[in-house]
């Protein structure tokens, strides 16, 4: 299965970015190493793990400290050795909506069409309000996840748009 790894950190003076090589990680902590290893004094890392056109995994740590996980999709963990390494032990469904709040259908504009724009078999894992205090809401991040037609590669650029680092990332994938 292949991926790509892109590490986004926040400091003084603005957000930076790198890929990260996520081989031979052994275990989630690595991976979190791998993280703060961009840039130790980092308010901000964000870790985004696009694999396969199907799955995105952000992982996030603020100061270095308290990692935080989300995962588009749970059969990431039974689809790949990386896959169960990053959200196997997320076991509970997303976090951070209100209430039982559910992920609403991105509008597509014509309301006269009964066709479903989410992707009924998305299951998101972790902390989706991750985001929150960077401008995406949980609803939100959700939302673009569970797009049908969105792929990891749209989600994470939409969210690197909203957080100011949309150009630091592309140039990582034309490398």
Known sequence: ?????????????????????????TDIDEVADRLRDVDLEADVSLLFVEADDAYLVILRLDEGEDLRVFGSDSAYAEESQLGSLLVGDLKTSVTGLDGDEEPRPVSTGD????????????????????LANLGISAQKLLTLCTHEGMMPADVTSEICQVLGCADEVEELREV
């Open 111 to 130: 309301e006269e069409s009964e066709q479903p724009v989410v992707d009924p078999e998305a299951d998101p894992v972790g902390d989706a309000d991750l």
């Open 1 to 25: 299965m292949s991926y790509f790894a892109a590490a986004v950190v926040r400091d003084d003076s603005g957000w930076t970015a790198a890929e990260v090589s996520l081989r031979g990680a």
